[in-house]
């Protein structure tokens, strides 16, 4: 029965031409929006290198204080706190700290161009699993003996020595000179912790204040659990560490009067609920922990919102075309077809339709992504169409030709026989 | 209910009704055409002769009295009961053909067959027999609309009988064709009857087509008359 109606389904589509041209730019139109955003999703969420190991890694990367007096504000994390306090928690096989991005001019060969610039430690070359192009990262004994030492990325390569390797050679930043010492691929500047062109020992930072005061900020701790099972009691004993803080001791904090300080590990997706909704869709509390669930929730109501106008409108359409065949649906009737069997048909009918407007919107999806990673409107991004995204989208076609075809075909399934031979409904 | 009675109407009343208006369609309708038989039904226009077919195919509900088919009562069957044994025991053939234009006339002889669990194998197997038996095996990937009226007719008729169905109701069955295809037609459904002992209720306007069934039921003002 499935193949004579996926057989009528094709006939009938091209039979009517203008409705399915009309139907398809709707659905089409709507999956490549969508698509597009699952792909921007999965680019900002997924595992992709160098950040092959997401379901175990935590971050910290701002903190909450308040003062006697009332007064509330946030920082970037404190590199001395959590390097201070934060150190040895059970469950966690590495930490990182690493410098929030920092705009620098940087010259090679007299050439001056503004880089991105991160400094960390060895740990985060460790955390992170980034592709060499050329030499490797800087060691334990680099951060601790302060070495001139930078990593860069191939783009930097490219600009700063064309095609030439870059293994050796120098590169001032900031009026300190930086022996490269190892190339890796570009990375996507929406991703937060490896996105950088730039990377040094942050013990070559010239001032030092991360490492004397709490309050300088300016970092972001990056945490690899053994397993996704420790994160919760690696969150808890976080939480409690922070409680114990003696934030009193900083100079700083004593001076302002503050006398609390809140921090909260975060996972990759409630970074990106945080960063992309945390004020326009309340997905962070008071207390600067993330609501998940309200993220995800206003971005299923908006897919929903946005789905909602060519479904009432392919809808619409449907019902015309329905009830323009009342007459084979008397007949189908007639011979024999129960109210449910006709509504499998017409619902088959419009999941092939979606489908087909669906992998058309995969088509228009696949430029448009092609198209805004060739734009570099977000340094180094590289949207791509993969297995996640197809499905993503294969699903919300089926959902959209399910939903736009269930209402038309429950009515129509509900025309009295002789009336629907006479080609009408009562 | 009596017993070898394919059809049987008793007490039977339709009624139409809208906010504005009550218009009786039949009333007292006692009817029992037996298996075998060929019935015409005749009357004006309007007298309740598609209303009465309608409702001994099921197609329609009466407002009051019972309507039984091979003796079964169906009043209280629901729409999936009334689905299967519109199927199994009941094929129609309709004034103006009512063939799917999307589909071949293969498609459209094996539409009954497409509710009922069987293969495609045997779907097309069964519709190529229908379509011989109304000479028209050669149009089988033809479409209806590259058929005449009569040939278009020969295909319904093939609808009708594929699902090898006990009664065959047909609605002025000849009444879009020409003479010599009404008589093509008529010649199939006598056919039937004598070959297969088909039980056939055919609505006509024609008295002579009428004449050569086996008993007329007159309707008027939706009263049986004689």
Known sequence: ?426 | MSGNAMVELQGVEKVYRTSTLETVALTAMNLSVGEGEFVSIMGPSGCGKSTLLNLMGLLDVPTAGRVAVNGTPVESYRDREVAALRNKEIGFVFQSFHLIPDLSVADNVEIPLLYRSMSARERRERARKALDRVGLSSRVHHFPSQLSGGQQQRVAIARAIVGSPRILLADEPTGNLDSQMGDEIMGILHGLHADERATIVMVTHDPLRAGKTQRIVRLFDGRQVN
């Open chain 1, 1 to 426: 029965m499935l193949r004579s109606y996926l057989r009528l389904a094709t006939r009938v589509l091209l039979r009517r031409k203008f409705f399915t041209a009309v139907s398809l730019f709707g659905i089409s139109f709507t999956l490549v929006v969508l698509t597009v955003v699952v792909a921007l999703l999965d680019h900002v969420l997924a595992p992709l290198p160098p950040e092959t190991r997401l379901e175990r890694t935590l971050a910290v990367y701002q903190m909450r204080f308040s003062t006697r007096d009332g007064r509330r504000g946030r920082f970037e994390t404190s590199f001395l706190l959590m390097d201070r306090y934060m150190r040895g928690i059970p469950g966690v096989e590495r930490m990182s700290l690493l410098s929030t991005q920092q705009e620098m001019m940087a010259y090679a060969n007299g050439e001056p161009m503004v880089v991105t610039l991160k400094r960390t430690d060895a740990d985060y070359w460790k955390i992170l699993d980034f592709a060499f192009l050329e030499g490797g990262p800087f060691t334990e004994a680099d951060v601790e003996n302060a070495s001139l030492v930078a990593v860069i990325t191939e783009a930097m390569r490219r600009r700063f020595f064309g095609h030439a390797p870059a293994l050796g050679e120098t590169i001032e930043v900031d009026g300190q000179r930086f022996h490269v010492v190892g190339v890796v691929s570009n990375v996507s500047r929406l991703r937060p912790i490896p996105y950088s062109d730039f990377w040094v020992p942050h013990t070559t930072d010239k001032s030092g204040a991360h490492r004397r005061q709490i309050a300088a900020g300016g970092y972001v701790a990056a945490f690899l659990a053994r397993s996704p099972a420790d994160l919760p009691a690696i969150r808890a004993e976080f939480a409690s560490r922070m409680q114990r803080v003696p934030i009193h001791d900083d100079p700083v904090a004593a001076r302002e009067g503050v006398d609390r300080l809140v921090a909260h590990m975060e996972a990759p997706a409630e970074t990106v609920a945080r960063l992309y909704a945390g004020d326009d869709f309340m997905a962070v509390d008071e207390e600067g922990r993330v609501r998940l669930g309200r993220f995800f929730g206003a971005l299923a109501a908006l897919a929903f919102l946005f789905m909602l106008l060519p479904t009432l409108n392919l809808v619409n359409l449907n019902v015309s075309r329905v009830l323009e065949r009342a007459s084979e649906i008397g007949v189908r009737k007639a011979f024999g077809a129960t109210s449910r069997a006709l509504v499998g048909q017409f619902v088959v009918e419009n999941v092939v339709l979606t489908i087909v407007g669906g992998l058309l919107g995969f088509v228009g999806a696949y430029a448009v992504l092609g198209a805004l990673t060739g734009s570099e409107v977000i340094p180094y991004a590289q949207f791509r169409m993969n297995g996640r995204v197809f499905l993503s989208g294969l699903a919300l076609s089926v959902f959209f030709g399910v939903l736009s075809g269930a209402y038309p075909a429950w009515r129509m399934s509900r025309l009295n026989p002789v009336d629907a031979l006479k080609g009408g409904a009562r």
